[in-house]
Structure formats: structure tokens, C-alpha cells
């Protein structure tokens, strides 16, 4: 009778096993077990230990306990979904340890996520200074992993061009790298896991160079079609490449990510704490509402030329878009010339905690995504998400991995991006429908079964423990 450990065996690639003999067989059967015992009951990460018996061999395999997170900000009012997964995974038993690359300028206010930003260490508010000094103390312990890891970063400049200026960024990265590789060693970390593929990853890339801690990343839109740098050796160095969507993870084979490490895990919401509204009757006015940063790829104008175009046909309605951004002065502009002004509210940055009690006040959530003039483009918006749990019915667009949430005319509704005409088809579609009803209820049931937040934090765990 033979022993083995997850930590023994070499020959297994890290996500998707295959045995390579009798051992690698029975580690291969133990590891797909596992993913099916990491269930919402389970019992504190620290006492779980999974026990095969195969072809007379016992597995046991050790479930990690404690996971480093970084991400751009930590926690931050737009990246709802990393916060609310570090704060799942805790109530999972894991313990986190946060890592932020910037210090968010709002907190929200909420006691568990508050806690959060208490403990999490905030990388760029060190001076460079101060983690100069860090570095070369890191050398001077790990000189060859810190050489070894450096020649890495000149590989990286060279890969990029050494004339470009974010390739001489990967070298000021480094530098933060080693103080994320402090922190790892510090909090007996055997994980790293970041949010976004760009300077989060480039940063703990090399941190996992450093110390040999295995890491993978989350990548969600800008992160992949806007600052794809070394996204091919980004993955090849990850234990998996983790991605939103089906949407993604084609995109990310497309530019040469091996498929093997490809993973998609969602962005989850909890819809336990959210009751569906049934029924109702219409507000009249329409109530029409939206939310979002007020840039291009959100496609405020589009919405605002589509109720433009219904308002002409003799449409009563009220919008009120929630958000804020460099487009604000244009949007006001549009609103006057399509005789839309006074129809209009602009509600500002809304807190995370307020966005429930705004949706449910509303007829129909639209967001009109479409793609901007540098190729950026959202992923699968969570703001779709809680408009449809709430059972408030959504209209959006047929880009990227939006039609993975939406299925048209029986989840919600759809049209074309970048086109307001087929926009406000959509939203009259809304107006028309002989069953909204049970539209929404799919919505809903969507989510609980596909998008709901237990349900991936427990696929994130069967990628960090595979």
C-alpha cells in the first residue's frame, strides 16, 4: 500500500490531470473527486484532508488553506465581484490574504468589507524607496530565485520591445513583486490567486517566480482586448487561466493561451439576499434606468438616441442613468438635441450598498455595451446580474459574453451593439411582451443556477486545488 501527496507528484499538468501511469491514475481519479466535495457545508478548509482508495493505492490530498488575492483595488466599488469571492472563500474557511496594487479612493461601507480593507496591504502607497530597500533585502536572501526572476523580467522587456514604455514598467513591477513575495512568505500563503490579467498579474508573476508559490488570474474584459501584454507567457507560467466566459476563453486561445489552462469561472452574486419581485404593475411614466461608468463602451449616447427614437413615437418614459465619467458634458448634449432633457435624471456615482433599492424602483434596466475605439469592451456586466435576480427585466447588447447571461426574449432581451435603432426595437419589445413574467423568473433562475456566487467561489476552489 503506497502514500502520496498532492505536493509529491510531478506529472500531472496542474489543471486538467492525466495519468502518465498507475499513480498518475489513481491522483488523477482522487483530484476529480475532489471538485465534487467542496460543497457550501463544508468544514473549515484547516480539517479537510480527501481520502481515495484506488487500484489498492490510498491518495490523500490536502485542500490549500490559505490564498493570497491581488487585485488593481481592493476593495473597490466597481470590482464588487473580487470582494464579495475573498469574503465567500473566508466564509469557506479559506484563509485570504489581500493584496492590493492601489488603495481605492471610496470605500464601500459595509462592516464585513470594511474589515477587508483593514487587512489588505496596499502595494503603491510604499515609496520606491522603501521598496528599493525591500528588494535588494530579498536578493540578498534568495539572490539565485531573485537573479533567476530577474533574467525573466529582461526576457519579458526584450518580448515586449525595449522601446516601449510598458515594457520598461515590467521592471518597476518586479520591485513590488518582491514585497508580494515577503507577503506571501510571511502569511505561510500556498496560493496566490489575482484578479485581471495585466499589472496585478505582471506584478504576481513574478512574485511566484520569486518563490515558487503557484498562481493563476482571473481575466475579465479590458484586461484581455485593450492590455493583453505577455498574455501567452502569463498563462504559460499560471497554474490555470481563469476567464469570465465562453466569450473570453475563445479569445484568449486565439491569441495562443494553451487550453489546457483555460478555466471559466463567473463573477457570482449572492441571490439568497435578494427577494424576486413578482408581478407589479407598470410605473407611468416608464421608469427606465441604467448604470454605469460614463465611458464609451458602456453606450450611454446609444441609449440616449434609442429613447430619442421612442420618444418620437409617442413614448412616455423617465431615465435615470447612475454613474459618472468623462462623457457626462456629451450625454447632456445628446439628451438636448433628441428633445429628451427633461426626461432625463443623472443620478451620480451610486454606493454598492444603495444599487438593490435603485433597481427595484425600476420598469426595465437597459445597458447598451458595445465596443469602444480602442477595441475595449465589457465582459459580462454584474450590474445585468442583479437587475435579473431582482426579476427586473434587462434589455442589452450581442457582444462579448453578454448572450451567456441573456438568452433573448427568454431571459431578458437583445440587440444589436452599437446600433440604437435595434436598441430601441428592444426596449419597445419590453413594452409589448405577453410574458414578462415568466421572462424574468428564467432571468432569475439564470442566475441562481449558472451565476450565483457559491457556486463559483466552490469552481475557484476545484481550480486552486486541482
Known amino acids: 500500500m503506497r502514500w502520496f501527496s498532492l505536493k509529491q507528484e510531478k506529472k500531472l499538468s496542474p489543471v486538467n490531470a492525466r495519468p502518465t501511469d498507475a499513480d498518475g491514475s489513481c491522483l488523477h481519479v482522487a483530484r476529480m473527486a475532489c471538485r465534487q466535495i467542496i460543497t457550501p457545508s463544508r468544514q473549515k478548509a484547516t480539517q479537510i484532508h480527501s481520502r481515495f482508495l484506488t487500484n489498492n493505492a490510498i491518495v490523500v490530498l490536502k485542500m490549500i488553506e490559505t490564498v493570497a488575492y491581488l487585485a488593481p483595488e481592493i476593495p473597490s466599488v466597481s470590482g464588487t465581484f473580487v470582494y464579495q469571492e475573498i469574503i465567500a472563500l473566508q466564509e469557506a474557511g479559506i484563509k485570504v490574504v489581500p493584496i492590493s496594487v492601489h488603495q481605492p479612493a471610496v470605500v464601500v461601507q459595509d462592516d464585513s468589507v470594511r474589515q477587508l480593507a483593514a487587512k489588505t496591504t496596499y502595494l503603491y502607497r510604499s515609496s520606491l524607496v522603501s521598496v528599493l530597500a525591500g528588494s535588494m533585502s530579498y536578493f540578498l536572501q534568495h539572490p539565485a530565485k531573485y537573479l533567476a526572476t530577474l533574467f525573466t523580467v529582461v526576457g519579458d522587456i526584450l518580448t515586449v520591445g525595449s522601446l516601449k514604455l510598458g515594457a520598461w514598467k515590467l521592471l518597476y513591477q518586479f520591485l513590488y513583486a518582491s514585497r508580494v513575495a515577503r507577503l506571501l512568505e510571511e502569511n505561510s500563503c500556498q496560493y496566490l490567486h489575482i484578479h485581471f490579467a495585466h499589472v496585478p498579474t505582471q506584478i504576481g508573476m513574478y512574485a511566484s517566480l520569486l518563490t515558487g508559490i503557484p498562481f493563476s488570474f482571473t481575466a475579465h474584459a479590458n484586461d484581455l482586448y485593450v492590455n493583453k501584454l505577455l498574455l501567452r507567457e502569463k498563462a504559460a507560467r499560471a497554474k490555470a487561466a481563469v476567464t469570465i466566459s465562453e466569450y473570453n476563453r475563445q479569445f484568449m486561445r486565439s491569441q495562443g493561451v494553451d487550453e489546457d489552462k ?15 419581485r413578482s408581478g407589479g404593475t407598470r410605473s407611468s411614466p416608464l421608469k427606465i434606468g441604467s448604470l454605469g461608468r460614463l465611458v464609451a463602451k458602456k453606450g450611454m449616447d446609444d441609449l440616449l438616441l434609442a429613447l430619442g427614437q421612442l420618444h418620437r413615437q409617442g413614448i412616455d418614459f423617465q431615465l435615470e442613468i447612475a454613474g459618472d465619467g468623462e462623457l457626462r458634458d456629451r450625454l447632456e448634449e445628446i439628451a438636448v438635441a433628441q428633445g429628451i432633457a427633461d426626461k432625463l435624471k ?14 427595484n424602483s425600476l420598469d426595465v434596466f437597459v445597458l ?24 427586473v427585466p434587462v434589455v442589452s447588447t450581442q457582444i462579448s459574453g453578454v448572450s451567456e447571461l441573456i438568452e433573448h426574449e427568454r431571459s431578458g432581451f437583445l440587440a444589436e451593439s452599437n446600433c440604437p435603432e435595434s436598441l430601441a426595437r428592444a426596449i419597445e419589445r419590453v413594452l409589448h411582451a405577453d410574458s414578462l413574467e415568466s421572462i424574468t423568473q428564467a432571468a432569475r433562475q439564470r442566475i441562481e443556477t449558472e451565476f450565483e456566487l457559491k457556486t463559483n467561489v466552490e469552481r475557484l476552489l476545484s481550480v486552486f486545488n486541482a
Open 368 to 391: 447598451a455595451c458595445k465596443q469602444d475605439d480602442r477595441g475595449d469592451r465589457d465582459g459580462i456586466p454584474v450590474v445585468l446580474m442583479e437587475a435579473m435576480t431582482l426579476g
Open 346 to 359: 443623472f443620478v451620480g456615482a451610486m454606493p454598492h450598498e444603495l444599487v438593490y433599492d435603485w433597481m
Open 262 to 276: 483555460l478555466a471559466v469561472v463567473r463573477c457570482g452574486i449572492k441571490t439568497g439576499e435578494h427577494n424576486y
